[in-house]
């Protein structure tokens, strides 16, 4: 299955995407409150989501992607980084991810590419679902703060 098999070049890579990932979140200024974040942590929090790729998409059932990015989206906001910053954070990531797929240049059959294709739609509804329960994360801070 050439999904599997580039989740698993995703997992072995995962050390240098997220020292690339960091970089970018310093330099852009979309991600700028990413900086709020202890850096061990968001290294920590990358790292759980590249090195354990296969695990996120094809294991994990929806209602435990919704309790760690409703926790996820809970921190980042007790932490003081806009709402605005961590949808950049999740959207680099998820693209940072898509341009290494393309860059390992496997599309060498319709096989291969259906392959690729699946892969990119299962991150897709990863990052999109994980980015949706973060923002609720967000807005039960909000409620609780103004309660």
């Known amino acids: ?3 599997l ?16 990932l960091l970089l970018k979140f310093s330099s852009s200024p979309h991600t700028q409150d990413m900086s709020k974040v202890p850096p061990h942590e ?3 929090r990358m790292y759980e989501i ?3 790729l296969g695990e996120w998409l094809l ?11 409703t926790e996820v989206g809970a921190r980042r906001a007790a932490q003081g980084v806009s709402l605005s910053s961590f949808c950049w ?20 059959s319709p096989l291969e ?8 739609q299962l991150l897709d509804q990863f990052f999109d679902h994980a ?17």
């Not at 294991?59 to 990015?69: A, H, L, N, P, V």
């Not at 954070?89 to 860059?103: C, S, Y």
């Not at 590419?113 to 990119?120: D, I, N, R």
């Open 113 to 120: 590419m259906y392959g690729e294709l699946e892969l990119l």
């Open 131 to 147: 980015l949706c329960y973060a923002t609720e994360g967000y807005e039960q801070v909000r409620l609780d703060v103004a309660v």
């Open 5 to 20: 098999r580039l989740v698993r070049l995703i997992e072995a890579h995962s050390d240098a995407l997220v020292a690339d």
């Open 42 to 44: 968001l290294r920590q």
């Open 59 to 69: 294991q994990k059932k929806e209602s435990d992607i919704q309790q760690r990015y």
């Open 89 to 108: 954070a999740m959207v680099l990531t998820k693209e940072h991810v898509r341009h290494f797929i393309e860059r390992q240049g496997f599309l060498n």
């Open 50 to 52: 590249l090195n354990h």
């Open 1 to 3: 299955m050439v999904a």
